[in-house]
């Protein structure tokens, strides 16, 4: 397993020391699975201030659209021969076909009657019933053989900053034989790895990670947690492997709760910095895919200036795919293991 990155520094004066010279460091890292680079920069603190919730919620719950009173009237159905119910239904929460569709079967799952959760009351048993409504939307596509019934996908944007537009809890679940950019690079990565190295990348990654341990958050059942060597997210981001699992159709109900519990570590973890937000995919194989491992990727997201409403997404991520990550992965990791040891 190689764990690439070139180590870069720069020099400038200051003028109000003398022209004193500083020298500033910066890192660009290879993931070690697609050669995607990331820069380690900025190094700024890693602290935010959060928003007054109260204010920035209120009357939100008017125009919701997922509140109980409007979500069973004016969310659409399936059409009889996809579900014959029209929608998906587990306790008080919801799936139904996401009113602006980008791929033939996406959908939103509601989680739940409750208009706005604080991240840190986001409870690992709503997180698995989320999941698990989703699971029963795919086994649905899988048993009446959907075309489109190839990878399938969970993708959470949690609060503004991550790009929702609406408060309230919710999931965008879909299934596609088009794998998203990332997840075909990676799979045609894995699949490449195999063939060269008789092993699977993400078994290796795990080994390699569980043995130097400075990224290793931990162990629930067959997830291990670690923090991203080549991090996305400007304060980097947790990932999570599931051993002996290539798509997300072969989770377990064991496996789920195991995810679930780790994502709300990660959460209570990145509460303790400011933040309030996050992006969370899942990344799966197809099913007979050998070569491939489910993992999702939780990724914090802020604001650079609140008030301005400046995202943390700027030229560089847009338009190069090269990403900003404000400090060290192994500090971060220091940083969120109190959480993941409780
Ligand atoms: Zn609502």
């Known amino acids: 397993m190689q764990f690439e990155s070139e180590k870069k520094e720069t020099i400038m004066l200051n ?6 010279r500083r020298q500033i460091p910066s890192e660009i890292r290879k993931d070690p699975l697609t050669g995607r680079t990331a820069r380690i920069c900025h190094f700024m603190k890693l602290e935010w201030e959060k928003p ?28 009889g021969e996809i579900i014959p119910e029209g929608r998906l239904i587990l306790d008080d929460m919801v799936l139904f076909p996401n009113i602006a569709p980008y791929d033939c079967l996406s959908s939103v799952a509601v989680m739940g009657a409750k208009h706005y959760i604080p991240m840190t009351e986001i409870k690992p048993e709503l997180i698995a019933k989320g999941f698990e409504l989703a699971m029963m939307f795919f086994k649905i596509l ?4 959907h075309p489109e019934s190839v990878y399938h ?24 034989k088009s794998a998203p950019n990332l997840v075909r690079q990676e799979l045609e990565a894995a699949k490449v790895y195999m063939e060269k190295n008789k092993s699977c990348f993400w078994d290796d990654l795990v080994k390699a990670e569980t ?6 958050l931990g162990k629930t059942g067959r997830t291990t947690w670690m923090t991203n060597y080549a991090p996305m997210g400007v304060a980097g981001d947790v990932l999570a492997v599931v051993e002996g699992v290539r798509s997300t159709l072969e989770l377990t109900k064991e496996d789920i709760a195991d995810l679930a519990s780790g994502l709300a570590k990660a959460m209570a973890a990145y509460d303790k910095i400011g933040i309030y937000s996050f992006n969370m995919n899942f990344f799966t194989g ?6 491939a491992r489910f993992h999702l990727l939780f990724s914090p997201r802020t604001f650079f200036n609140q008030a301005l409403g400046t995202p943390d997404v700027g030229a560089g991520q847009k338009l190069f795919n090269e990403t900003v990550c404000m400090a060290y992965p192994e500090e971060i990791n220091k940083m969120l293991k109190p959480d993941f040891e409780k």
């Open 153 to 176: 996908m969970v993708n959470w944007n949690y609060m503004p900053p991550s790009g929702s537009s609406i408060i309230h809890p919710h999931l965008q679940i879909f299934s596609t």
């Open 142 to 145: 899988e048993k009446i053989k």
């Open 15 to 20: 003028p109000m020391q003398e022209n004193k």
């Open 211 to 216: 043995e130097k341990g400075e990224r290793f």
């Open 52 to 79: 007054d919730f109260e204010k920035l919620t209120a009357g939100t719950e008017k125009y919701c659209p997922f509140c109980p009173e409007k979500v069973m009237n004016i969310t659409p159905l399936f059409p």
């Open 286 to 291: 197809a099913i007979q895919d050998d070569f």
